[in-house]
């Protein structure tokens, strides 16, 4: 069963580093998010991308925040500046069609971003 | 602001019982609704989406949408011990394509 793939599983950076987590989705899907959860927190939306551009954002994607489909298999989240806050599990998803329309989104096993 | 609103439990049920999950949301226009199971330090994986007002039942889950209540419920008949687990409601807003987390419900069969 086709699934979505994220690397790496954990990583640890200093505080004002740059961090890119990588994510393969389901092949055939043509709607890409990232999702982020604090520990003890709920799940939040950070971005969605479609058509090779994004096609959504959250007050939390600010300007240290970018994503990148770099080739026709990898979607990356690059975060600029770390912060002590950026702390989380950052989960890729994937979808055939929007959400709104129905479309499930298919969740990755996530990336455990510490920042010290 | 669009927000997904959920009891956090901790609910508790013995085996075999039927567990009941519920969860309201705040924007009207939102029109598909998902619910998400997630395991302690894992991702989020679909149980069930739901669309139309009604029940939608799938082995020993059971959906159910209220939109003019703007509610949404999951029924887990025959509870087992590997259904404890945080349970996650989504909604889709009209004209997006994000999701809307609630913050879940944990949800603990005892044996």
């Known amino acids: 069963e086709p699934e979505v793939t994220q690397t790496p599983s954990h990583q640890v950076t200093q505080m004002g580093q740059e961090v890119i987590l990588r994510c393969v989705p389901i092949s055939n899907h043509l709607y890409f998010y990232w999702y982020r959860q604090i520990l003890g927190q709920k799940v939040e939306f950070l971005v969605s991308?479609?058509?090779?551009?994004?096609?959504?954002k959250s007050e939390i994607f600010d300007d240290q925040f970018s994503v990148e489909r770099p080739d026709g298999s990898n979607f990356t989240l690059k975060i600029r500046s770390t912060k002590l806050e950026d702390s989380a599990m950052y989960f890729c998803?994937?979808?055939?069609?929007?959400?709104?329309?129905?479309?499930?989104?298919?969740f990755g096993p996530g990336t455990r971003l510490l920042v010290l | 602001q669009k927000e997904v609103e959920q009891n956090s439990g901790p609910l508790s049920v013995p085996e075999g019982a039927i567990a009941s999950l519920n969860c309201t949301y705040s924007d009207r226009g939102s029109q598909s609704f998902f619910w998400y199971r997630q395991y302690s330090g894992k991702s989020p994986e679909l149980i069930m989406s739901i669309y139309s007002n009604g029940d939608k039942e799938d082995g020993r889950f059971t959906a159910q949408l209220n939109k003019a209540s703007q509610y949404v419920s999951l029924l887990i008949r025959d509870s087992q011990p590997s259904d404890s687990a945080t349970y996650l409601c989504a909604a889709s807003p009209e004209g997006f394509q994000k999701l809307v987390f609630g913050t879940g419900t944990r949800l603990l069969v005892s044996p």
């Open positions: 998803a994937s979808s055939l069609g929007p959400s709104g329309a129905g479309e499930t989104q298919y």
């Open positions: 991308f479609y058509n090779n551009e994004i096609s959504e």
